[in-house]
């Protein structure tokens, strides 16, 4: 049995999605069972283990998996909003981490390139030292730690530039605009590289496969080391040329239905609120290599993810 917290996040919707077809047997939360609460959380366990909460046939109610997609994710909000920040990024997740050894689940997590302070200029690894800048990067890397701190059989996926279906996010924010304006500025100083929630989401199902085959072949497989992983999709870009290709692909495939001149500005013009990292690509050897998969590049999954039926501008 595998239990997805935030399971109507715009991650947690994608995984939730591939966990149904391919048939797993799984249970979702979010916000219903808090998970700054730790008895919500312990007895929500106690009740899959009891099926009062299943109406399953299935047999396999003890939880083994635990993947936690929830999160608090506004960048810009988390400097006012510390307190809260910290609950849900920080001390939610060491509450998960406890319940997870306490029922022997091994935990997936989700981490964030902000754990770096962005000034690199090489791609990040999984072992190079944490600088975090802002609220949210502070209390994402302070969650990593408490995982890291309260158990051993863990998977943290570090992710950027994520977009999905299901949630507000760069590519649907972008798309809005261009229907609507003749003109926009992106920034075109930041480095990074997009990522489609459904590789991310694929990622995290071939893990669960992978480590469960290992365990029932009794060592004819290797399960995937546990640890820090990198996941992005391929290549690298920035900003701009992201909403560039955004506009082209949003043209071609009817999603955009104006012109709109797409104009490059500095960080410094544009004036945020926050200090973003102006270099956040992340290596992504280690993951490549454990799971024996090739990274999608971030135009292919881009081009699919506008043309797909889900695509509902937000
Ligand atoms: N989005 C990005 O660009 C990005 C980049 C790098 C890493 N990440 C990481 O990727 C993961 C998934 O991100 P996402 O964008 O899919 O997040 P999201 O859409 O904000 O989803 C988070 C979910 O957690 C729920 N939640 C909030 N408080 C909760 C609580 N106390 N108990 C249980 N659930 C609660 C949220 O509900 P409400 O919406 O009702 O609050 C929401 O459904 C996060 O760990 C994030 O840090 C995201």
Known sequence: MIWLIGCKGMLGSEVARQLDEKKYNWVGTDKDV?????????NFVKSVETSTYLD????????????????????????????????????????????ARSIGAKLIHISTDYVFNGQGKEPYTEEMEKEPLGVYGKTKSAGEDAIQKEMTQYYILRTAWLYG???KNFVYTMTKLMNSHDQIKVVNDQKGTPTCALDLAAVILKI??????????????????????????????????????????GR??????QECDVKPCTTEEY??????????????????RELKIKLPDWKVSLEKFIKGERFIEK
Request: aromatic share 10%; charged share 25%; net charge neutral.
């Open 34 to 42: 808090d998970i700054t609460d730790a008895d919500a959380l312990m």
């Open 56 to 99: 399953t046939s299935s047999n396999d109610k003890h939880i083994k998996w635990i993947i936690n997609c929830s999160a608090y994710t506004n960048v810009d909000k988390a400097e006012e909003d510390v307190e809260l920040a910290n609950k849900l990024n920080n001390s939610g997740v060491l509450k998960i981490a406890r319940t």
């Open 165 to 167: 279906f299901d949630g």
């Open 208 to 249: 669960i496969e992978k480590a469960d085959k290992a365990t029932e072949a009794f060592g004819k497989h290797s399960a995937p080391a546990f640890g820090i992983y990198h996941f992005t999709n391929g290549g690298q870009t920035n900003w701009h040329e992201f909403a560039t290709e955004i506009y082209r692909l």
């Open 252 to 257: 071609k495939y009817g999603r955009i239905t």
């Open 271 to 288: 004036g945020a609120k926050v200090q973003r990292p102006a270099y956040s690509v992340l290596s992504k050897d280690k993951i490549c």
